[in-house]
DNA sequence: CTGAAAGCGCTTACAG
DNA sequence: CTGAAAGCGCTTACAG
């Protein structure tokens, strides 16, 4: 029978007949030990299933070396593969990079504050919290176990009051907007998220405000991320169906997805795009690139963002000063064939 | 001037006046603790900025609950950015997924055996490793170090050795081979990389044999994955240059860069993609789907590998039986416009 | 060349 | 309600 437990450098010393400080010597090469000796512990160790525990290792320097990358808006989406939301992914991809040019590790970590969390969802020394929730209890208990983090975008109910990276939400979906009108748009709706993060907030705001600026009717429906592209039929009801007065010409998706939904509901339904409606999205992916036509989207630029929040989370977790913008990269719009009449 | 050494329990309990087994229950809400006495210890915690250690905390379970992927050919990239190599960043993505469902973190780690790698390198309670390269000193070290670990693909000079994910790089040559042959084919040259893994070697022998059966000479060139699509040029000089005798009318490419390398110098020279010339890459991303024309490629289910090699990682983790097939899923060829003629 | 002892920063019975 | 003591699995001066 197996012993369950694993086996520690006391049994290796024990079952060698040394102690376990040459136990130590020997596998680490460190100090001096008889060749004869180190070879007999070494044999015992591999015999026995010995493996150093890194934790107990670590427990002189104290310093894993390890990043975290929180993305709160994982789990109201039902993938994470690059048709649907590419974003994250680059973000994630990007992030790892950057951490690994810096000597760091980065783990994507599931919600910490779950009851049965692994250790290693509280060990990093530093975090990066992706679009964190109004009154986000991540970033609560980051901050009450006084661990370093710094989100990108803020906690829409406590602005400014972590260490964050500024997203430029407003001005981008401004942009957009700006965008449509050029494109032709009169009447312009938007289509927004049910999550509460500061993207989806910002953007209606802005949007709302964009609205009483040109004396539109502010004209909005949300719906939830995770119906992702199934959205498509329920956002045209609402928005062309019997019941909506004055219905768009011109709809800005804040996801990729529900604007894929919509262009191909919208397709299927003979509502042509772009010549009936324009439509752009606020974060595109893949698949607003090769659909038919192709839809505007904005490129966020998660790589450069990705970089930034490692470069502050690194400084955090060093005890460095943050002498740096603490802003991301404006998006970039990708004009396609859906904002593009004639 | 602060301290340079962070606040430890015992800092704590000296500043409150109290044990450090007091300051323990108190900030972990176990035992019993005077309110008052409690709400002491916390504001004198936050003031001298006490965070708890992980790794001290750790110590009683050793388990940290974290996976490691390491991906080997990360190195010979430029890149790891969507447009170039999107297998990679759809394993790590997918990789991260499942072990969340698993109750595990996955960092990404660079190369563990590099001498400044920081000690998270080593912490995992499992490694995946894919596509290690010939004699692969990564293999290597975590068999010594006795670190659990499984690869994506196997050692070219050990297969067999370790616990490894079978691939069918070999049936998969086959298929492209044969795909371009019912496409028009008569002579088909292969552009393979220069890293020396399982991938590479197995592809190549398989084009080998395959010439073998057919009676006809392999054309063969490498060029080093890092190169991307700047090989184009290059390759085309090597297949169809003054010196190059029987040119050949259809090109596999084992990397999807390459491909694409070679699809735009082939425009740009003249040569017709697919009427003079058939292409298909072993390993497509992004680029071979939007590019014209499309190139035909492999799409070799990183996501069901990922999933594959979480479920095997976190077994070895915890010391279960591996009775799972050891093997990824075949690849399915997306046909495009490359190898599709009139 | 080898090992007893102290210590890394916590937690956890257990005694008071 | 509070704390002394032992222990988690290692490493590292230091003494022999």
Sequence with gaps: MQRSARATIKD?????GVSPTTVSHALNGKGVVRRETAERIRRVAAEVGYRASPIAQGLQNSKLGLLALVIRPLHSLDTFLPEGVDYFLRLAGAASLAAMERGYSLMLVDDPTKPDAPLSATAADAYIVSEPFADDPVLTLLSEKRIPFVSIGSDPSRPGRFVELETHDWAEAVLVLDHLVAAGAQRVALL???????????????????????????????????EGE???????????????????????????????GVNSAAAARGIRV?????????????????????????????????????????????????????????????????????
Tied chains: 1, 2.
């Excluded at 802005?206 to 939830?224: L, N, T």
């Excluded at 977790?317 to 064939?337: Q, T």
Aim: glycine content about 8%; charged content about 25%.
């Design 12 to 16: 290796v010393a024990k079952a060698a």
């Design 192 to 226: 927004t998220g049910s999550d509460a993060n500061s993207w989806n907030r910002e953007s209606e705001d802005a949007y709302r405000h964009w609205c009483a600026e040109r004396g539109q009717d502010p004209d909005i429906a949300a719906f939830p991320e995770a």
């Design 230 to 260: 199934r959205v498509g039929d329920a956002a045209l009801d609402r928005f062309f169906g019997p019941s909506a007065t004055a219905p768009p010409d011109a709809l800005f998706c804040l996801t990729g997805r529900h604007a894929a």
């Design 274 to 342: 772009p010549e009936d409606l324009l439509l752009a999205a606020g974060s595109g992916a893949l698949q607003n690139r090769i659909s038919h036509p192709g839809v505007t989207t904005l490129d966020l630029r998660p790589e450069a963002s990705a970089q930034r929040a490692v470069e502050v989370a690194v400084r955090l977790a060093e005890g460095l000063p943050l002498d740096l913008p603490l802003e991301v990269e404006r998006a970039v719009l990708d004009v396609r064939g859906s904002t593009t009449r004639g």
